[in-house]
């Protein structure tokens, strides 16, 4: 029962308890589900949490999808309806539009290689073998970040060694490049 009136819920697009609540008090279809009985949402969100019923509600949601997609009632390959991503802990503000991501993408590219430029100049790192594409690739940037790393981790160590307050002072100048790098 307590599942039936949970999967009812969810196909109205009604997933917090409290709203469920207030369903079965209002929808005469959630009240012929429920038997009669009144429950309180502290019953629905303590049945739903459970990891068995968890289980069941992802293998409903599995079989009733495959069933969409087997009476070609949905599409298997759609995403996204209007290209807005948001992200998982969302709030009005956390939303990410698709033309700005393509509009920014560009520039992206272009700080990235400037910031590779630069740290080549102040040799805080060597050169990375040059790609087919002008944009660098993920395994770069993970390269150069690591690379940062050690630099600084070398500076922190010669702080540690070193007794001397000027040498400390600039040796803590000459790390703030490199720091700025691997905040960037």
């Known amino acids: 029962m307590m599942l039936k009136i949970i999967l009812c819920a969810y196909t109205q697009s009604v997933f917090s308890g409290r709203k469920i609540e207030s369903l079965l008090k209002d929808s005469l279809r959630m ?16 049945f739903r949490v459970q990891p ?16 969409l997609v087997q009476e070609k009632l949905i599409d298997q390959e759609a995403i996204f309806i209007d290209g807005t991503k948001i992200e998982a802990n969302a709030n009005k503000f956390t939303f990410v539009w698709k033309k700005s991501i393509e509009k920014y993408h560009n520039g ?4 990235s290689n400037q910031l590779y430029d630069e ?14 594409e002008k944009e660098l690739a993920l395994e770069d940037l993970a390269q150069i970040v690591g690379k940062v790393d050690e630099v600084i981790s070398e500076y922190d160590r010669k702080i540690e060694d070193s007794s001397d307050v000027a040498e400390r002072k600039a040796l803590r100048t000459e790390r703030k490049c490199p720091k700025q790098a691997h905040k960037q």
């Open 31 to 46: 009240m012929w589900l429920a038997q009669g009985y009144e429950l309180t949402y502290r019953t629905i969100n303590r």
């Open 52 to 67: 068995e019923v968890k289980e069941l509600i992802r293998q409903c949601f599995v079989q009733f999808r495959c069933q």
């Open 108 to 111: 992206l590219i272009e700080k």
């Open 119 to 132: 740290l080549l100049e102040k040799e805080i790192m060597p050169e990375i073998e040059p790609g087919k």
